[in-house]
């Protein structure tokens, strides 16, 4: 018999986290491991739209560490100590610096604010950031809340986050699209 996707054990907006405890799925725990998913999907299309290889491959590796941190995140924290879930390391970290270093490199000096846009394969990438920040916060507000949370949880979002946005700027030059400068309006102007 085939599996199953549905078990009708979360129809009154209860869930499990890893571990077995139940909690509302308003729960910020919940919030923040459905916002690392959602952030996961929009790196699938971030591939997608991606010609090289080696931010393919890259990219399908923050996806691989993004279920690492979905995991420590679904993971009861009073019972996670007693699990192996799967974790972060300071090299997944280092891996996100160095490619945004090697990008920057090649990119010219930012002297404005720029506005997402200019091609589908840019947009998603800021999409993507957007999703990563939202993601960051949730997990912030965890912390607050005095859970438990491995701190390179925080490091590899805040630093997925600019490679997102550096992967933007990068993406625009190599389809050779202009960035689109943020002009502020003055104050007397209509």
Same mark, same amino acid.
């Given at each position: 018999?085939?599996?199953? =996707?549905?078990?009708?054990?979360?129809?009154?907006?209860?869930?499990?986290?890893?571990?077995?405890?139940?909690?509302?799925?308003?729960?910020?725990?919940?919030?923040?491991?459905?916002?690392?998913?959602?952030?996961?999907?929009?790196?699938?299309?971030?591939?997608?739209? $991606?010609?090289?290889?080696?931010?393919?491959?890259?990219?399908?590796?923050? #996806?691989?560490?993004?279920?690492?941190?979905?995991?420590?995140?679904?993971?009861?924290?009073?019972?996670?100590?007693?699990?192996? =879930?799967?974790?972060?390391?300071?090299?997944?970290?280092?891996?996100?610096?160095?490619? =945004?270093?090697?990008?920057?490199?090649?990119?010219?000096?930012?002297?404005?604010? =720029?506005?997402?846009?200019?091609?589908?394969?840019?947009?998603?990438?800021?999409?993507?950031?957007?999703?990563?920040?939202?993601?960051?916060?949730?997990?912030?507000?965890? $912390?607050?809340?005095? #859970?438990?949370?491995?701190?390179?949880?925080?490091?590899?979002?805040?630093?997925?986050?600019?490679?997102?946005?550096?992967?933007?700027?990068?993406?625009?030059?190599?389809?050779?699209?202009?960035?689109?400068?943020?002009?502020?309006?003055?104050?007397?102007?209509?």
């Amino acid at each position: 018999m085939a599996f199953k =996707i549905y078990t009708k054990t979360g129809d009154k907006g209860k869930t499990a986290l890893i571990g077995g405890t139940r909690v509302s799925k308003s729960h910020v725990r919940i919030d923040a491991y459905g916002t690392v998913d959602e952030l996961n999907s929009f790196l699938g299309l971030v591939i997608d739209y $991606q010609t090289s290889p080696a931010i393919k491959d890259l990219v399908q590796t923050i #996806q691989d560490r993004l279920f690492v941190v979905g995991a420590a995140l679904a993971c009861d924290p009073e019972k996670e100590k007693k699990m192996s =879930i799967p974790d972060l390391h300071a090299a997944d970290i280092e891996q996100l610096e160095k490619a =945004i270093d090697e990008m920057n490199e090649v990119l010219p000096p930012m002297k404005y604010f =720029i506005l997402p846009g200019g091609h589908v394969a840019i947009s998603t990438c800021h999409l993507a950031r957007t999703v990563c920040r939202r993601a960051e916060r949730l997990c912030v507000a965890l $912390q607050e809340e005095g #859970q438990e949370l491995v701190p390179e949880i925080l490091q590899y979002l805040n630093r997925l986050s600019d490679y997102l946005f550096v992967l933007a700027r990068y993406t625009g030059l190599q389809l050779g699209v202009a960035e689109i400068p943020w002009r502020p309006r003055k104050a007397n102007e209509e």
